[in-house]
């Protein structure tokens, strides 16, 4: 294929996509968000003894991101950063909030939905919120007309919590939980084949509002509770795969995606829907056999190397986006929300974001590179390590491994050092994805340039390593 092909080509992408903009600059929008999904847990990116065979079809029918990072490889604040476009340690939201937390989104930033509702969307998120359960913090307060979920991961309780849950979810009987239903609590999940029917639920609920909402443009936000332990799958998939529950969970999410392009097209609305799914941060390792796969990389969730962090991330949008794209560029889930502003036309917040508009690889320019550097944050507000295009330095710091340790068991954890102290190291994730030759001696003036942008994100972020505590941060919503 000669250059004047591919130039014709990506200029005829450019065209398609404005010219969708044109004809009706408010598609609809599914963003799908799986909890604790791997790198390596689709078929098409590696994963044994189950298929995914919808998503697989999903990604072989528009763009797969391979350089993807979640915003911090942890639920809350994943999840933040996804929905406000920023470093979530920006907004001040960390770790994984637990229920009767005093500490929730604030009001004052400008969420997902409330950005497309300033173009006429219908919102609803279905599925698991976890930026706070006090009633300020909840979805309908931040801009969705309709939520139907849980406020908080499938594993915690609302009880005061001191640091372990009051009752041991691997027994059969739970403490109560419920999926609320807008701001009541209605469905209460207190069993392990409870859980086994949040998938369902939860996709049932999905495509009734895709045909409710089909005649009007709609952001449908449906994060997923599972693969996050305690897993479980319906009746219809359980004992399916060669891998266990955990393969069975995966091909019935699978199902769900399915059933979602199913809903699109069926309604008549494929051609002006734009459905993305993607996940909040890597497997948790140590649940070993409930756990998913990194597809080789390095450690897992809650950690800030490449297995924790870095995530699959598909965009479909038939006959707007080219069919089989692949795109290796540096991008990461805060760069969601300023990409669906430039192709919906909104102006961004007056607040500063973090996140750069994707659209240029949207239209096909797979050469181009709109991100250029990112922060790796954890804990409170930590920086653990910072990259320039395919560079990565981790800086000193005490970070959780999973190395070394047996796995657990049928949804028993194993044990992990959460204070190991890592050790500077500088990583060519080009060459060594799985972060294991650290050739910092042999680069030094990559490693001053690196040192040069930590020392720009903790004057703006700050580093409680470094005892910094940064310009530019803002405050979460709080309970008094």
């Known amino acids: 294929m000669n250059i004047r092909l591919i130039l014709f080509l990506i200029s005829g992408l450019s065209i398609s996509i404005s010219a969708a903009a044109q004809k009706n600059n408010a598609p609809n929008i599914i963003l799908i968000f799986m909890d604790d999904m791997g790198n390596g847990d689709l078929s098409a990116t590696g994963a044994l003894e189950y298929q995914t065979p919808a998503i697989d079809k999903m990604a072989g029918e528009g763009i797969r991101f391979t350089n993807f990072l979640s915003a911090q490889a942890v639920c809350s604040a994943s999840r933040a950063g996804l929905l406000t476009g920023c470093y979530p340690n920006r907004i001040g939201i960390t770790g994984a909030l637990f229920p009767n937390s005093k500490k929730g989104i604030n009001a004052e930033e400008t969420t997902m939905a409330e950005l497309l509702k300033q173009k006429g969307y219908a919102t609803s998120i279905i599925g698991k919120w976890h930026l706070g359960d006090g009633r300020d913090f909840l979805p309908l307060q931040h801009g969705f007309d309709e939520y139907f979920g849980i406020p908080y991961s499938n594993d915690m309780w609302p009880v005061d919590y001191n640091g372990a849950p009051a009752t041991d979810w691997r027994k059969e009987s739970f403490p109560p939980l419920f999926v609320m239903e807008g701001n009541e609590k209605r469905t209460p999940v207190n069993t392990l084949d409870d859980q086994a029917q949040l998938t369902r639920l939860y996709t049932e609920r999905a495509v009734d509002f895709i045909k409710r909402k089909r005649n009007k443009p709609f952001f449908l936000y449906l994060p997923h509770s599972m693969p996050h332990v305690p897993i479980n799958a319906s009746a219809s998939f359980k004992g399916k795969s060669k891998q266990g529950l955990y393969g069975d969970v995966m091909m019935e999410i699978d199902w769900s995606v399915g059933e979602i392009l199913k809903a699109v097209k069926t309604n008549g609305i494929e051609k002006n829907t734009l459905i993305i799914f993607t996940s909040d941060n890597g497997p948790w390792l140590n649940y070993g056999t409930h756990a998913g796969s990194t597809g080789g990389l390095r450690e897992g969730k809650g950690t800030s190397y490449e297995g924790g962090v870095r995530v699959p991330c598909i965009v479909r949008w038939p006959g707007v986006i080219m069919e089989g794209l692949i795109s290796n560029s540096l991008s990461s889930t805060i760069d969601l929300y300023p990409t ?141």
Do not use: C
């Open 340 to 480: 669906l502003a430039d192709l919906v036309g909104i102006k961004l917040p007056a607040q500063k974001i973090d996140g750069i508009s994707l659209m240029p690889i949207l239209k096909g320019d797979l050469a181009t590179q709109p991100r250029k550097e990112f922060y790796y944050y954890y804990r409170t507000n930590s920086l653990e390590a910072v990259r320039i295009e395919d560079w990565k330095l981790v800086l000193p710091h005490p970070g959780r491994t999973y190395e070394n340790f047996d796995m657990g068991m049928n949804g028993y954890p194993g044990k992990v050092n959460e204070n190991l102290p890592v050790t500077q190291a500088l990583y060519d994730l080009r060459r060594d994805p799985g972060e294991r030759y650290d050739v910092q001696n042999q680069f030094p003036e990559i490693v001053k340039a690196l040192q040069t942008l930590a020392d720009k994100a903790r004057e703006d972020l700050g580093d409680d390593i470094a005892k910094m505590p940064g310009k530019n941060r803002r405050e979460p919503g709080t309970i008094k």
